[in-house]
């Protein structure tokens, strides 16, 4: 089969990928480009754990083709971080112990840094909707949605 020639936007960087025409987005951003932080937790798009933005729309990358790519700009928990310096959203996590095992964290990061652009100032019944389509086996949430709400305030207390 031929391969597509992809070329796109990730984490800021022009970037450029051949991938089979039925693979997905997140394999091509996992074997193709080594950004291993999505994780496939279920390849149907129930969990979340593969979430990152498609021209800033919230997507399961498990159910995207790596060739819809094209042209497109991608964010993934990779580009969260400023370089060395965490993202607060990063920051909270850590110190509300707001993760576990790790696997859905990522996709967690991603949805919650996707709605905080789009409001600053959520409600936790706003953020826990937001949030529905990852899941997450360990902690119970609650930690999360402290860390979450948390760092909403900081970030609006600096702008």
């Not at 993202?87 to 909270?92: I, S, V």
């Amino acid at each position: 089969m031929n391969k597509i020639h992809v070329s796109t936007t990730v984490n800021g960087d022009d970037t450029e990928f051949l991938c089979d025409p039925r693979e997905t987005l997140l394999d091509c951003l996992r074997d193709k480009l080594n950004l291993t932080g999505a994780k496939e937790g279920c390849g149907t798009g129930d969990c979340g754990a593969c979430s990152v933005t498609l021209d800033d729309r919230l997507v399961c990358s498990c159910l995207v083709l790596g060739a819809e790519a094209e042209g497109k700009k991608i964010q993934t928990v990779e580009g969260i971080a400023n370089g060395d310096q965490l993202h607060p959203l990063q920051k909270k996590f850590i110190e509300y112990a707001a993760l576990q095992c790790g696997i859905c964290t990522p996709g967690i990061l991603v949805a919650t840094k996707s709605l905080l652009e789009k409001n600053p100032n959520p409600t936790e019944t706003e953020v826990r909707y937001w949030l529905a389509g990852n899941l997450c086996r360990c902690t119970g949430y609650d930690k999360i949605i402290r860390a979450i709400m948390d760092t909403a305030a900081d970030m609006r207390e600096a702008h």
